[in-house]
């Protein structure tokens, strides 16, 4: 689903490379990068759908108070991309709807 | 001449002095019978509990000292789907009413068996026309799956529901204005002076006059009241509330404690707190809110918290309402209570309609909201 992005990085500041999969598929990012910040830059998304309506969202405030980057980060679903830096190896997809809770066995 | 074409002052037939849920269900009510009204609001620094509530149409155990506020509790949530109706008619809002029964949970037999008593009691004071269930834990994980399993019971109310407050608020502001409802912040009122039978309200620079004021300002009731020969001896109670992210729907029905919205959102609280005009949260309280929404629906300790606030709900000392007309200054009237969603569609219809033509309800008797109970 990658595609030319609108997100263009600067020159500057050059960064170790980090390697991430996001919804499967390898996508390098720079340390220091949020989750949110590497999937715009990768071109991927929409990242989630909402519980309500299903539509599509993407990243919008990118400073933890829209809400509209939930994704599902190391197995942790509604995790708010924009808040969390990358880290080689991490695992992201997108997040479908309202999160499941697993019943518990107790 | 006329006022309102005059900079920094307004006519309207009433002023309502604030812009809350009671301000408002009032102000929409008086609409109804065709007045010009005219919101006046102190704005974002206030307190106002109409943002920060849980959102309930609670009618069982409400009213369990006083028939009478049974009695007006269960008027207004009949009242409630047309009051909603036609607030989403107007704006297109869907404000979430959803009134399909409520359960207050009660973790332990002691607390299970005082809760049935104090519903049956209710419903001898009714002369039976009370209904609840008593649930015991198999009954209750009948109707929802995901309750925990030490829970001892629940009792359930047919007639309580939930709504969403905040679009509930927008909803009403926005049908006010579609009206030509006025909406003033221009500041607190400060004075409010009886002219030539009517009254001239002062809220910074802007006066507005008016034949009738009805003091809706909740917790600012207190001061303004004794100006129009009132009395309201209300203190701030507060409330805190959590917020959990939003996850897939799994309780149908409102609780006492817990409830998810629509979007899926779960809001826990209950907390009732005497602390003064302190409407911030604490660590210990909020600890014991989320401990027990944990072993009521224990999967949710899985579930991230996103945020939390406390609120100050607007209490008299017997926790009624008090609804009056001025005997000093007719046409001044009291209008406040601690369950403004619950009573909001009552306050829309027979209240709106006492203020406007002195019709006394046919369900309930206004002389028990007599504000004269707390003089003697
Ligand atoms: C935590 C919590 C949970 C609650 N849960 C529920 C529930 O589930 N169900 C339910 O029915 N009720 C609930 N309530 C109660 C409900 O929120 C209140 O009864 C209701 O909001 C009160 O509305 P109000 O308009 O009287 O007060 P407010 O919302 O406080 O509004 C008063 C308004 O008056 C204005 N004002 C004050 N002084 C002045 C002045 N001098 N001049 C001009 N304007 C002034 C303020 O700006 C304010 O907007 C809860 C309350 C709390 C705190
Ligand atoms: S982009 Fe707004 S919260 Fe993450």
Redesign the pocket.
Known sequence: MASDSAFKRLPANPADAVEIWVEGQAVTARAGDSVAAAVLAAGLGPTRTTPVSGSPRAPYCMMGVCFECLMEIDGQPNTQGCMILVTDGMKVSFQRGARDIPECSA | MNAGLTPGCTDADVSV????????AVALGLQDHGRQVAV????DI?????????????VQGKGDSCPDYARLTRQSARQWRRFADGLTDATGIDIQLSQVGGLYICLTEEELQQRQQMLSSMRDALGGDYPFEVLDHSALKARVREIGPTVAGATWGPEDG?VN?LFLLRAMVERFLKRGGQLLTC????RITPVNGGFEVL?GDHRIGCSKVVL??????K??APQVGLFAPLEP?????LIAERVRHFLDYPTGHVRQTAEGTIQC???KEDVGFDCGTTTDVLAAIAARAVRMFPLLAQVRLVRSW?????MTPDGYPIYQQSEQYPGAYLV?????????AAHAGPIATWIENGQQPDEFSLETFHGQRFSV
């Open positions: 002095i604030g812009g809350g849920l009671v301000g408002l006046i609001d102190e704005g206030a307190l106002r509990a109409s943002r920060g509530n849980f959102g309930l149409v609670w939930h407050p500041g607190p009122v400060s809220a809706a300002a909740g917790l600012g009731n001061a303004l109670n507060r409330g805190q509330v609280g209950d907390s406390g609120a100050l709900r607007v406040t209570c601690h369950s403004g969603v619950t009573l909001a």
